[in-house]
Every structure is written in C-alpha cells, then in structure tokens.
C-alpha cells in the first residue's frame, strides 16, 4: 500500500479518489428529469413602496394565480414617474408582467409596453373593457387599460386566457395612512384608514 502513497503513483491514486468524488456528486445533484425550478421573488416591500410613492391606485394580484411564480420586480421613481414593473412564471410555465405607470403621454407608454400601437379588440374582464393588443413577431399579446390617473398593462407570452386570470386578480390597494393619530375630518387629498369604531367600504376588486 505505501507505493500507492508515495510519488506519482500516490498522485494518480489521490486524483482518482478526487474524480470518484466529483462524479458521486454531480449523479445526486443533478435534476432528475422534473421541470426546472422557477426562483421566486417576495414583492411585499416594492408593493409598499408604490403605495407610499404613487400618486395613483396602486394593484397586486391577490391571490396570486394559483401554480403561479412571482420571479420580478422592479419599481422606478424617476423625473416624478413611478412605474412597476411585475413579472410572472405562469400556471404553464409562460411570461406574464403586470405593469403600472403615471408616464405620460399615457398612450405612448401603453404602446411601448405592449410593442404595439394597434387594438386588436376589447374584452369585458368583471365588468371593465380592456383593449387587447398583439405583436405577432414576439408571441406578445397584452391588456391595457387607459385610468384618469395611471396606465395599467398586463402584457407576456402567456395566452389570453392566463393573461385574462391575472387581470381578474388584481385588487385596489389602500393608500397608507400618514398619521396614524389623524382625525377622520382629514382632507381628502390624503386618505387615512377608518377608525377601529367606522366601518371600513372594501376595496373593489380589479377587473385588470
């Protein structure tokens, strides 16, 4: 055994011992035929920051689609524009974004999101109309929905279809309240939450 451990012949067996080693580990790492993981990212913090910085509605999908991954988000606040940008890894494994804005013009925002300026039609989603776009070279189709105060896309590879659950999802998210201890005569302009003893209007749900 001591030739085994001595000069070239104790190098060759310590380099097998080495190559046996990374072979075990790559045959237990290595997928076993499953699909891929998708990451998944928290947006709970970008959610509360658009509520803070925005000074529109501001939507989330709740619940979030079943099946489905939040994999990106991105919040901008640049030249008192503030846009979110929201992506997901839907039920079959396509891209799906939801994206707000107050950039104006908001039309040429819309346009630039969708990778088109052309309606193909418009589609009731509970109860609200959505114009419908779609850029055939990029498999993109999108739902845009011109607000008074923002623009609201949702836009991927996804079907009309998975793109239509994800629009069905959002929800109106309250504004925070910016003191706590303010009396409900407030001004309007800011809105605060009800007092524990007032009884609360839900929010109404989204229709995209």
């Known amino acids: 055994m001591q030739r085994f451990t001595q000069g070239f012949y104790g190098y060759v067996f310590a380099m097998g011992v080495c190559l046996v080693g990374v072979v075990a580990f790559l045959l237990v790492a290595a997928p076993k035929g499953g699909p891929a993981r998708v990451p998944e990212i928290n947006y709970s913090i970008d959610a509360a920051n658009m509520r803070r910085a925005a000074p529109y509605q501001v939507w989330t999908p709740e619940p979030v689609p079943a099946n489905w991954v939040p994999n990106s988000s991105r919040m901008t606040h640049q030249k008192g524009v503030v846009t979110w940008r929201l992506g997901f890894a839907t039920a079959t494994r396509k891209h799906a974004m939801l994206i707000q804005s107050d950039e104006k013009p908001a039309a040429g925002f819309a346009s630039r999101m969708a990778n ?50 994800l629009a069905t999802a959002l929800k109106r998210q309250p504004r925070p309240t910016e003191n706590p201890s303010a009396s409900p005569s407030v001004s309007p302009a800011v809105t605060s939450s009800p007092a524990p003893a007032s009884t609360a209007t839900p929010s109404p749900s989204a229709t995209g």
């Open 116 to 165: 088109s300026n052309r309606a193909t039609g418009t589609v009731q989603i509970a109860g609200e109309t959505w114009e419908q776009r779609f850029r055939e070279d990029k498999n993109q189709r999108s739902l845009v929905r011109l607000l008074p105060d923002s623009t609201v896309v949702v836009t991927g590879t996804a079907g009309w279809d998975e793109l239509t659950v």
